[in-house]
């Protein structure tokens, strides 16, 4: 990319120039102190409501009132296979089959029901290999499983994480590690976008090197669904597992995705936790005692979807599938790199960036590091100004300019302002 000139102007052409800046308005900007919009850089971890939530959220009370238990057959959406609304939406968000993903559960629940089936330690082999530091939900999913296995989260929870005094995995430490230890990894299970630090991990080649050492590949991608292009079925995974509420924008809490490779979608000798409707579609009101599950991902859903938590996802899933994910990364990528460079122009001195430079392993975020000042005290000098940014402990602002709703202005803002709390913040 050309060199951008740091000034209103520019980002203001830049926003007149960009093909998707009418879709901010589909949105809820909330509002700054002042009553002006705020600056809004948390959509990494809660994504803003959709203005059509409320519409569809209104005709889902309105259904139910009107038609109580028939809704189930009779609703506009009818509630029974509400969840199928959601399947060529995915399918297509994540590069999938459309028997390879299903809306069910919340995040963590569904890495705990893939890890059922697809972590089966044995003596010889009863690893699970995570990134450090992981999220930590996914670090006590991973060695709750180990315990639960009777194996020893001390021995066989591998981390690997950035070299002594770097931030980012080095991706020739990855695949070594795998090639090393891949003979004991029972499943590798690794973000596609490292929550912290904003790193994009080799997916393809991640899964390629561990199956071929006879590991299963799963995939958390709670920071990559939304965010960056994914093509789970091409690239081999053997499942993945994602929340709504982040760049999807589902609402705090919504409903979770779930893939499972095609590979998998007949095999009943696959362990798993069952529910009803997880049962094969056309006996399950039967209410036999058997158990036969939907061939596919479907075939792990448990319980019947809450419809009015699903609803807000629908309207957000929609919205992605309308733009699509290639317009979508255009912009993040515009976005992005015009925001490192004026951080460089303007703060190379005081503002590390620790997201890898090469756009390849960088998505939305931009993890910034301050090295003079108190970083903790002008992140909230920021927040009083109506800077919306995340704070990581122990001393990174995460910023994740999303190309839905955020523009090239709200980005001039931003590093004017962290400008101004740096040199405010030397005057304390
Ligand atoms: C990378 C990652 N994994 C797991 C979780 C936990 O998600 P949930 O509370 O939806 O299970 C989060 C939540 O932010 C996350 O960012």
């Given amino acids: 990319m050309n060199s951008i000139d740091f000034s209103l102007d520019t980002a203001r052409r830049l926003d007149r ?32 409501q959709p203005r059509r939530v409320r519409h569809l959220l209104e005709e889902e009370l309105e259904d139910w009132a009107r038609l109580g238990v028939q809704g189930h057959t009779e609703a506009r959406r009818p509630w029974m296979p509400y969840h199928e609304n959601f399947t060529e939406l995915n399918a297509r968000l994540v590069g999938a089959k459309a028997h390879e993903v299903v809306q069910m559960n919340s995040l963590t629940v569904n890495l705990h029901l893939m890890m059922v089936s697809f972590y089966r330690p044995t003596a010889e082999r009863p690893a699970i290999l995570i990134e450090k530091p992981a999220f930590p939900s996914d670090r006590h999913a991973a060695a709750s499983q180990i315990r639960f296995h009777g194996f020893d989260p001390d021995q066989d929870l591998i981390e690997i994480g950035p070299r002594e005094g770097e931030t980012n995995i080095r991706p020739e430490d990855l695949m070594a590690l795998i090639e090393a230890e891949g003979h004991r990894i029972a499943l590798v299970l690794l973000p596609g976008v490292q929550y912290y630090s904003g790193q994009v991990f080799d997916m393809a080649a991640i899964t390629q090197a561990a199956q071929a050492k006879g590991a299963r590949v799963g995939f958390d991608l709670a920071h990559a669904a939304g965010n960056i292009p994914l093509q789970l079925h091409d690239w081999g995974v053997d499942f993945a597992a994602w929340c709504s509420y982040k760049y999807l924008n589902g609402g705090p809490g919504a409903i979770a995705g779930c893939f499972v490779h095609e590979r998998h979608a007949e095999d009943e000798t696959l362990p798993r936790f069952a529910g009803w409707w997880g049962h094969d579609k056309s006996s399950r009101f039967r209410m036999g005692p058997e158990f036969h599950p939907i061939p596919g991902a479907e075939g792990w859903q448990l319980s019947n979807p809450p419809i009015l938590a699903m609803t807000p996802v629908l309207a957000s899933l929609e919205i992605f599938d309308e733009v699509g994910m290639s317009a979508l990364r255009e912009k993040s990528l515009k976005l992005s790199e015009t925001l490192l460079q004026w951080l460089d122009d303007r703060l190379a001195d005081t503002v590390e960036v620790i997201t890898p430079r090469d756009e390849k392993q960088r998505g939305c975020q931009v993890s910034l590091r301050l090295k003079e000042g108190d970083g903790r005290r002008i992140f909230d000098a920021l927040e009083r100004d109506g800077v919306i940014c995340d704070w990581r402990e122990p001393d990174v602002i995460r910023v994740a300019p999303v190309p839905l709703y955020n523009r090239f202005e709200d980005l001039y803002h931003f590093v004017d302002r962290l400008e101004q709390a740096i040199l405010m913040d030397r005057t304390l």
């Fill in 17 to 48: 120039e960009d093909p998707l800046a009418d879709w901010r308005a589909a949105f809820h900007i909330p509002p700054a102190p002042n009553g002006s919009d705020c600056l809004y850089f948390t959509g990494n971890s809660l994504g803003l």
